[in-house]
């Protein structure tokens, strides 16, 4: 399993930002990002099923972000709308640990990580 982030960057508050990730062999595992503010542990941000029905969000996100896939594309993406200077952090895409499972990665449990992207938010 490889997965690569892109598309992290610094932008104003408010603003919108999509984040990539390119996968392969994860056809058909849970997919999701996390982030890591400075200073502070990893969390869950957002994960997607297997098949694309199922999503979540933490708290704090939502209504905010989207995350969607792309299987033809071996592709997860994060659209961010409403950017908050506490959204700033270095975000990592993830794939769970099973195939053909939908919960994994908001349990935190997790098979593979991707690099990280920053994203940065000024006020």
């Known amino acids: 399993v490889q997965l690569q982030a892109s598309g992290g960057g610094l932008v104003q508050a408010g603003a919108s930002l999509r984040l990539s990730c390119a996968t392969s062999?994860?056809?058909?595992?849970?997919l999701g990002w996390f982030r890591q503010a400075p200073g502070k542990e990893r969390t869950f941000v957002a994960s997607?099923?297997?098949?694309?029905?199922?999503?979540y969000y933490a708290d704090s996100v939502k209504g905010r972000f989207t995350i969607s896939r792309e299987n033809a594309k071996n592709t997860v993406y994060l659209q961010m709308s409403g950017l908050k200077p506490e959204d700033t952090a270095v975000y990592y895409c993830?794939?769970?640990?099973?195939?053909?499972?939908?919960?994994?990665?908001?349990?935190?449990?997790?098979?593979?990580w991707g690099q990280g992207t920053l994203v940065t938010v000024s006020s």
């Open positions: 062999n994860v056809g058909t595992y849970g």
């Open positions: 997607i099923s297997w098949n694309g029905r199922s999503t």
């Open positions: 993830a794939a769970g640990t099973q195939p053909y499972t939908s919960t994994q990665l908001r349990r935190n449990i997790v098979g593979s």
